[in-house]
């Protein structure tokens, strides 16, 4: 069973950054592909990133593209998302999540799910 905690989450104004961390137990995520999803007040769940287990693979949604980078250190069992020029469009809850699997840009396709950290980005 593996778990994840998110972390990092915060309180910025626009354009300014955060780095926000997924780290795993239970079991190693090296073999695992790890998405970064966020959900918004009233709003679906929204897809922003995934890396593949080799760090080879990445894809972004066009929304985040170019201001933020997912990346991971499978010895530290654990994968970033590093978010710059914030905006305050990004607030949500962010939520890491992982699957065997290659990526997927749909939740449900993901095995296991941290609990989230909010980000607000205000204006």
């Known amino acids: 069973q593996v778990q994840l905690v998110e972390s990092g989450g915060g309180l910025v104004q626009a354009g300014e950054s955060l780095r926000l961390s997924c780290a795993a137990s239970?079991?190693?995520?090296?073999?695992?592909?790890v998405g970064w999803f966020r959900q918004a007040p009233g709003k679906e769940r929204e897809f922003v990133a995934h890396?593949?287990?080799?760090?080879?693979?990445?894809y972004y949604a066009d929304s985040v593209k170019g201001r933020f980078t997912i990346s991971r250190d499978n010895a530290k069992n654990t994968v970033y998302l590093q978010m710059n020029s914030l905006k305050p469009e990004d607030t949500a809850v962010y939520y890491c999540?992982?699957?065997?699997?290659?990526?997927?840009?749909?939740?449900?396709?993901?095995?296991?799910w941290g609990q989230g950290t909010q980000v607000t980005v205000s204006s």
């Open positions: 999540a992982g699957r065997l699997r290659t990526g997927s840009a749909t939740g449900y396709d993901y095995d296991f």
């Open positions: 239970g079991r190693t995520i090296s073999s695992y592909t």
């Open positions: 890396i593949s287990w080799s760090t080879i693979n990445t």
